[in-house]
Structure formats: structure tokens, C-alpha cells
């Protein structure tokens, strides 16, 4: 549940919600049954759309190592789990908090970012083939938050 | 050819083990605190801490610094026990065989989850041998009043253990600059038992952080 909403029940320790805090708890409501079938098609799909990632991605670094190219693949299914999982909350900051922040470190030192910016390109190339134009409105941004602090670590300020 | 599926073991990827999130977890009914396999968390009330500085140095005068070493090399030894532990469990790999990244990455994260403030490490005296270690933040500068010398000794303690226990020698960590004397950070250098014994005693006549390692290296 996004940030939002929790410390609105927290802060509600002793009232009732006011009327603009149950607007905002009403939209979150009814934008879940589409965040829930974006979140069930992610999940469902995940090896497909991943291995069909991988196989353009051994195309297109044929030279670079296996172990280096599931490093990064490895790493982009954690980045997809953590974002499905933002984005069915609606909660950015956990993503930052509990993976990017460690996530980007360690990226950093093996120095993948070539290989990492053709993955996400294909990743978004696969996700416009299985998720709807709202579902994409809904986890692209958590996607792209991920996407940035990657691809371009360097430009990105993460919670460590 | 990469296969996703065998990517996925157990359908699972082991990420960041140390998460706050996701690590400390509590049965407040029972008043416990406990870390996400069950082992028992203490909040240390800041009191406490004052309170042990006053009592040592009611108690012990000089050597009040000593009794906290010896104290942080205890907790050390056990804390890499049970990090070590806890790594091999959740990563389900030795820890011998984990990327060095990986672990000192987990030990980042646990540090900051546990409360005892950011640590960094550089590793760029790593080929003269010495292993230099920042933390910011921590517990145990901030509660140090009026300090004329470094006063992380519960740190340095640790950090003595842990990076002994890791490289399998025996090393001494000493303190140069401490956030208690106002200084950014607590910076710490950890090297050789006998290499170090020089920079205790250009730390207790005052030389700055630079002025010590450039003289470690000669």
C-alpha cells in the first residue's frame, strides 16, 4: 500500500479520515483490479518475456561472457519483481529502499551499463506486447525509476 | 545458450538479505524484536550508552577505552559468526566462494539496517595493505562528550574482529578522526598488528588523518 495511505491510517490513530484522505483512498481502490491484472500477467509471463530478452541479448553481445549476461538478466527479474511489487502498492519508495539503492552499488562494479541499456530497451519492447496501454501507464514509472539508476547510475541519487 | 528457467532456482533471486524493510520484524504482544530468522533485535536506548561511558570512566578512568575495545572484539567476533551465518543460509553459497562485492555490499546495508550509522570501505590503500573504513552517524560518537581522541572504541573492537576473522591475520583497527571531535566522519584504518602500533601513537599525540597515512606508508 503506497506511503501515502499508510500514514494516513497512522495519523488517523484517534479520528475519522477526513474527506480528501478517503478520495485518495478510493482512487488507489479502484485503480487496483487493473494493478492486480497488470501484476498477475507480469508474473505469468515472466520467463517468457525474460528468455526472449536473453535470446536477443546473446545475439547482440555474442562476445561477452555468459556468466556477465546473466548477471545482468538476474538482475533485471529482481528489478521486475521489485517494480510489479511498487506498482501494486503504488509505492515508488519501497523499490528505492529495498533494492536500488543496494542494487546500483554492486552494478557498478562490473561496469555493464552497454549491456544493460539493449536489455531494458527489449524488456520495454516486451512489455508493450503483454501488458495493456493502462498497465503500462501504471508500471512504467516504478520500471523506469529502476531503468535509470542502472543505466545510468551516475545521474541517479538512491536511497543506500 | 542462457535459460531463464534455470536462472530462477526455487523461483527465487536472493537480493538485498538486509533490507530494513524486510528484516526487522517484531511480536510486540511478547515484546520482542526479531530479525527476519527469528533472532532477537534490542533497541539500546541512547541513555545507556551514556550511561556505560560514565560508569567506565567512573570505574576505570583511562582504561575505559580498553574495556570498550575488548567489548567490540567480543561483539565482533560474533557478529561476523552470525553475518557469515546468515549469508550462507539466505544466498544458500559459502561465504568464501561470494563475490567480494556482495559481501562487503550486505555488510553496508546490515550495518545501516542495525542502526549503528553508514558505513563505507576503500579500498584504496587495499595494496599497501591497509583496509580504511568510514562511518557516519554513529551511536557511539555522538553519546562521547568532550572528546579529545577518537572515542569509537566499541567500533574499532568490531572492526578489529570482523576483519580479522575475514582474511584469516591478525589485524589491529585504529581510529583517526571521530565525529565526536567534530570531525565529518569516523574514519578507521585497519592493517597488520605491528604496522598499526605506530598510528595508535601518532593518534594519542594528536597527528591528523593524512598526516597518519602518509607516515603508515613510508
Known sequence: MQTTIESMFDNAENRYLELEELNILTTYVESLPERIDAYRCLRDQEVTIMQKVADQLETNFSTESQQTLERCLKNALLVMRYAAMAMLRNDAESLDRQLMGWLTETNAVYNTQTIDTVLYQLLNQQLGSILTQAQLTLFRPHLAIAEKAIVEPNKTTVVA | MISISDL??????P???FA?????????????????????????????????????????????????????????????????????????????DMPMVEFLQ??????????WGRIELDQSYYDRGFIMVKVWNSPFAKFAENATTPSCFLESGVLTSFFSQLTGRDLKCVQTTCESMGADCNQFVIGLIKRMKPAEEMVAQGLNHDDIMAQLQN
Open chain 2, 20 to 96: 530494513s524493510d524486510t528484516y526487522v520484524k517484531g511480536d510486540l504482544e511478547l515484546g520482542l524484536l526479531e530479525n527476519r530468522r527469528g533472532d532477537r533485535l534490542l533497541a539500546l536506548p541512547s541513555t545507556l550508552i551514556e550511561g556505560m561511558y560514565a560508569g567506565l570512566k567512573q570505574e576505570t578512568g583511562q582504561a575505559s577505552g580498553m574495556v570498550l575495545f575488548n567489548c567490540g572484539l567480543w561483539w565482533g567476533k560474533n557478529f561476523y559468526a552470525r553475518f557469515c551465518e546468515e549469508l550462507t543460509e539466505y544466498y544458500r553459497t559459502a561465504v568464501a
Open chain 2, 106 to 115: 550486505n555488510l553496508k546495508q546490515c550495518w545501516t539496517t542495525h542502526g
Open chain 2, 8 to 13: 530462477l532456482i526455487d523461483n527465487r533471486i
Open chain 2, 15 to 17: 537480493s538485498n538479505y
